[in-house]
T-cell receptor, first 113, second 110 residues
Framework: DTEVTQTPKHLVMGMTNKKSLKCEQHMGHRAMYWYKQKAKKPPELMFVYSYEKLSINESVPSRFSPECPNSSLLNLHLHALQPEDSALYLC????????????FGSGTRLTVV | EDQVTQSPEALRLQEGESSSLNCSYTVSGLRGLFWYRQDPGKGPEFLFTLYSAGEEKEKERLKATLTKKESFLHITAPKPEDSATYLCAVQYYTGNQFYFGTGTSLTVIP
């Protein structure tokens, strides 16, 4: 299995909702990443987990809350989002933190209404 | 200061019209340079990794090359299915992050 699987593929949520994005990989990678990508922009790093511990938090607002329950799973919990948070949210993994190249998932298209 | 600069921002080619995309990086200590292809609404798909100046990698109609300051992605006789955004990313020995360029949006017209 050489994939990173993200669910759901699309999500529409209101500003008062609570939702979660899920990311799963079975490649034995020990580093996992959340990126946010706005239209026609490159991906922007949000969080990095290494061996299930939060390694990097790029000053992301607290309405985004990451969680790494085990080495294969990465969640992003969403609460009280703003319309400007609408974007493509990408999960990626690499063998180790700073490992060669990242494998990306297909992303979750999030729309906040 | 931008770590990675890609040009052109957008490129329209006729089918079969070869061209090159550029990725230049500004900081020394390059650990690796990566090329990704991204289709609209999808995650980036890995294409190539280049580690040292002079290195070349090929895959079908694509060929990536690396110098000390930049990388080129050459597209030979492109087809409409090559239409996508091509992202370049660099990784340095200091720090663990990827620095993405802003991408080149390629459109190949039949």
């Amino acid at each position: 299995d050489t994939e990173v699987t993200q669910t759901p593929k699309h999500l529409v949520m209101g500003m008062t909702n609570k939702k979660s994005l899920k990311c799963e990989q079975h490649m034995g990678h020990r580093a996992m990443y959340w990126y946010k990508q706005k239209a026609k922009k490159p991906p922007e790093l949000m969080f990095v987990y290494s061996y299930e511990k939060l390694s990097i938090n790029e000053s992301v607002p607290s309405r985004f809350s990451p969680e790494c329950p085990n080495s294969s799973l990465l969640n992003l919990h969403l609460h009280a989002l703003q319309p400007e948070d609408s974007a493509l949210y990408l999960c990626a993994s690499s063998q180790e933190l700073g490992g060669w190249g990242y494998t990306f998932g297909s992303g979750t298209r999030l729309t906040v209404v | 200061e931008d770590q990675v600069t890609q040009s052109p921002e957008a490129l329209r080619l006729q089918e079969g019209e070869s061209s090159s995309l550029n990725c230049s990086y500004t900081v020394s200590g390059l650990r690796g340079l990566f090329w990704y292809r991204q289709d609209p609404g999808k995650g980036p798909e890995f294409l190539f990794t280049l580690y040292s100046a002079g290195e070349e990698k090929e895959k079908e109609r694509l060929k990536a090359t690396l110098t000390k300051k930049e990388s080129f992605l050459h597209i030979t006789a492109p087809k409409p299915e090559d239409s996508a955004t091509y992202l370049c990313a660099v990784q340095y020995y200091t720090g663990n992050q990827f620095y993405f360029g802003t991408g080149t949006s390629l459109t190949v017209i039949p």
